[in-house]
């Protein structure tokens, strides 16, 4: 099943077919004891909407924060050992790609995240930014996985690569961060076959594509919650960006009206425009 958040409300898709959601808040849903049988019966008994207005889709957070964890495919250890190698810090990412403890960091609050078709930005400050296509993980409050999303994790590789010590403010800004189109509501593991595209339009041109898979993560989504809800108390629970195997070659950068689209197998495609300059109103 698939939950979507609109302005209209919530709403569960199931075989195709859409049914309202009575519930009305979002962190309720996230926090429910059964999400899954609750929006089966749901489905089960109401009858399907005539219309589902996907223009309509927001972002699938409510009051959750967003993390994300780095360094979990190798692809992203090579990558960063190289753009930090000038300022000393490219050997910090070869260990922290091989230690117990994984790299954890806050992404975003709810104000910061940019839903489908809204914009995301690249910082005025930067020369190379790209964008991260991510699995992510939505956690209940008892630090339970209960579904799945599409997460772009914007980055800017220069201001990281100057000193690792800047990653808060590579990672962390206005609309650097999107979330959607929807949760895949299940507490089963997603098959390790199950494949990430990324694709970046600039005009009429294809600028970049690529694509992975869940079987290149050295990390298991369990260990990264694991660690995120040690000495952490989420009440609304959170949403956890899963790390990159896709990066575009190091003379790729991202520029305004650029299109970033993300899709993963069984979810859907998470579609954004970039901007740059003053920070947007949320979309």
Partial sequence: MKLYRTRGGNYVEERGAYYYVPEPSWDALVAHADLGGYLARVAATANPVAEFEGAAVEAPIGSQEVWAAGVT????????????????????YDRVYTAERPELFFKATPSRVAGPGGAVRIRVDAQWSVPEPE???LVNPRGEIIGYTVGNDMSSRDIEGENPLYLPQAKVYDRSCALGPCVLVTRDPLPRETEIGLEIRR???????????????????VELVAYLFRENRFPAGALLMTGTGIVPPDEFTLAAGDVVSITIGGIGTL?????????????
């Avoid at 190798?74 to 190698?85: I, L, N, P």
Wanted: no cysteine.
């Fill in 73 to 92: 495919y190798y692809r992203s250890r090579s990558a960063r050992m190289a753009e930090s190698k000038d300022a000393g810090g490219g050997d910090f």
């Fill in 135 to 137: 699995l992510t993980l």
């Fill in 203 to 221: 005009g009429d041109e294809v600028a970049f594509r690529g694509a992975t898979t869940l079987a290149a993560m050295k990390r298991e989504p």
């Fill in 271 to 283: 579609r954004n425009t970039v901007a740059q300059g003053a920070s947007i109103a949320a979309s």
